[in-house]
């Protein structure tokens, strides 16, 4: 495959996020900064993403690309076929910036960071605005897939295509906003939220952390995964969106809000909001805060993946996932030897205090891994619904090393008996080439009717042959069929 090239201007809290996101998708990217901490601050946020966006997928991402980290723009952007423009927000540096790029890589898509410009201001005297458009992403850039998409009528349909394909490769959702607005929709909507927080601090209703409270235990854990409208649908009852209209419409004349009313930003509230936050979160560095802000979020994309095999299951950000891990795809099985059943890396949420995976995910592993064998072997979703299935009977997990967030694991998987019902498997669990687990399991098929053993279809059993026939010369695994207590 071709290595794709993507240049980022302004490698602060945004675009340090951009460069990881296309460096963790495989693209090489040139990041341009006139800060000397540059290098530095990308490196940091580079560290944060690597433990946290592999694992967000249930296969193993594209090997990482390149980046380097340049104060020379003309340099970065050449040959680039995206540059995303992540300078601050200073509608006459971006359009310095925007002209510099166009000078120098005049084929880019250049997509803007700016959370408040709308695109044609930001198209204004450029060389070619018809490829300059409005990219916003949200904080962390390489976990937090929404980027609105906005183009203006200076842009032709094939750009915005264009742009849409790029962005969604790289894991994220391109919300196409059609019609230019200051603000675009998301931070028009944060905003309005954010005056009323300041009014309730201002006028001591609720200090920085109960305002965070009303939000985090309650209807902001409904939002991550419905929103507003499909929230409100659910609790108008059985009749839906019109009667939660019916019912909650009439409040909105009543002055519950200050509306579009600014407080002023005096010293005295910005002292009251800075000391309440400090007294709320302080304990914390931002990059502790970052870590524990990583870590929630993955688990709850991830749970939003839904566990099951069902294809209906996932919602928002993890149905988003599951296209993206169907993008990657997986190996082809070379059935010659022990087979690839496995190639992750251990997400954040599989992670216990020690830093080290959970003794338990070593066996959502070794499922994971058996799982993939019996697809393999034809005992697939299909299959499953006319009636056959393998149950595991026995599990045998040796720990031989520690497996850390973020670590890439391959489970080898080699067939130790495979005639009648029976179904004898070992996984080898490596990192970086070494062992580090074993997992040895016996498993039955069994007739989903009767819920007791019976033979495999004929298809199944065809198969399994197969596997059989190319693994039963194979030297038997170190550690194959040794009993809990008699060391390694
Ligand atoms: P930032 O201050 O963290 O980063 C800006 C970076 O640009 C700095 O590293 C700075 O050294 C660099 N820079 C300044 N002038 C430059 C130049 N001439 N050439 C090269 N680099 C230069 O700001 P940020 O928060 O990353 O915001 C960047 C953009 O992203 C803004 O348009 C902002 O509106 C938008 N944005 C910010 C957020 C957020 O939550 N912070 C979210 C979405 C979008």
Redesign the pocket.
Known sequence: MTKRNAAV???????AGWAARFLLMGWDVAV????PE?PRKVGEVLANARRSLPGLHDVALPPEGRLTVTAD?AAAVAGAEWVQE????TLA?KHR?IAEIQRHAPEALIGS????FKPSELQEGAADPSRILVA????PVYLLPLVELVPSPANPAHVVEGAKAVLTGIGMYPLHVRKEIDAHIADRFLESVWREALWLVKDGIATTEEIDDAIRYGFGLRWAQMGLFETYRVAGGEQGMRHFIAQFGPCLSWPWTHLTDVPDLTDELIDAIAAQSDAQSGAYSIRELERIRDANLVGIMRSLKGYSADAKAGWGAGLLLRAQDARFGKPEPDLSGPILTVDRAVPLDWTDYNGHMNEARYLQAFGDATDRFMEIVGCDADYIATGGSYFTAETHIRHLGEVSAGDRIEVRTQLLGGEGKKMHLFHEMRVGGEVRATGEHLLLHVSLETRRASPPGEAVAKRMAEVWAAHKDLPPPDGAGRAVGQGR
Do not use: K, Q, W, Y
């Not at 960071?113 to 408040?116: E, H, I, R």
């Open positions: 201007v302004g490698g602060g809290v945004i675009g341009a900064d006139l800060d540059a723009l992540s300078v601050p927000e540096l910036i960071s700016t959370s408040g916003h992403p949200f904080n």
